[in-house]
């Protein structure tokens, strides 16, 4: 079984389109992250929710929203899509008071042609 | 805020030959410490970790050990094989001056090719 899943693996979309990319963690974990690896392989976090609550947002331009309809998945959607969105996204889960330790997702290749 | 700092890539070795991928880090308090493996086209996979001052780490031939006098948590492998090929990440989380909730804070990342 999958701990950390992600859909799609891969997404190839216009610029000014909006799209979403969906996680889902069958871990119990109570809390998830959503970071972004750029084309240099550096890895950024965006946002995390625990419990369903948003508890970091870096500082990441308002097109990008995450969801979370309940502990196990969270959602990012991205509106008006730029060139420069593209990236690697990976999601990832932990449950608080552990060592820290983040299992994650295989990542989503958007591409933003 | 915490940083992570990594030895610079890419990095080409030798089948059989010593690994070291030196990892510094700043943060206040005590962090815990992670080595992370990226397999091309695939997700990170943790690799080892350590929570405390003078833990080492170890998994699959590969060791680290958490040096809070140097900030450190280099990691090092004896003998590489071809299919080590891939990038590491260094990485902390936590720590009296981190941010709460387990962020994690990585380094740039170290291409690793093992050469038969």
């Known amino acids: 079984d999958t701990a950390v899943s992600q859909t799609p693996k891969y997404l190839v979309t216009q610029m000014g389109n909006d799209k979403s990319i969906k996680c889902e963690q069958n871990?119990?974990?109570?809390?998830m992250y959503w970071y972004k690896q750029d084309s240099k392989k550096f890895l950024k976090i965006m946002f995390s929710?625990?419990?369903?609550?948003?508890?970091i947002n870096e500082t990441v331009p308002n097109r990008f929203s995450p969801k979370s309809p309940d502990k196990a998945h969270l959602n990012l959607h991205i509106n008006s899509l730029e060139l420069g969105d593209s990236a690697v996204y990976f999601c990832?889960?932990?449950?608080?008071?552990?060592?820290?330790?983040?299992?994650f997702g295989p990542g989503t290749r958007l591409t933003v042609t | 805020g915490n940083s992570v700092t990594q030895m610079e890539g890419p990095v080409t070795l030798s089948e059989e030959a010593f690994l070291t991928i030196n990892c510094t880090y700043t943060?206040?308090?005590?962090?815990?410490l992670f080595w992370y493996v990226q397999y091309p086209g695939e997700g990170l996979q943790l690799l080892l970790k350590?929570?405390?001052?003078?833990d080492k780490g170890s998994n699959k031939g590969f060791e680290a050990t958490y040096r809070k006098e140097t900030t450190s948590f280099h990691l090092e492998k004896g003998s590489v094989q071809v299919s080590d090929s891939a990038v590491y990440f260094c990485?902390?989380?936590?720590?009296?001056?981190?941010?709460?909730?387990?962020?994690?804070?990585f380094g740039q990342g170290t291409i690793l090719t093992v050469h038969p």
């Open positions: 350590a929570t405390k001052a003078d």
């Open positions: 943060a206040t308090g005590y962090p815990s």
């Open positions: 871990l119990g974990h109570d809390t």
């Open positions: 929710y625990n419990n369903k609550e948003l508890i």
């Open positions: 990485a902390l989380s936590g720590g009296a001056g981190g941010t709460s909730y387990g962020k994690l804070t």
């Open positions: 990832a889960s932990n449950q608080q008071g552990s060592s820290y330790e983040q299992y």
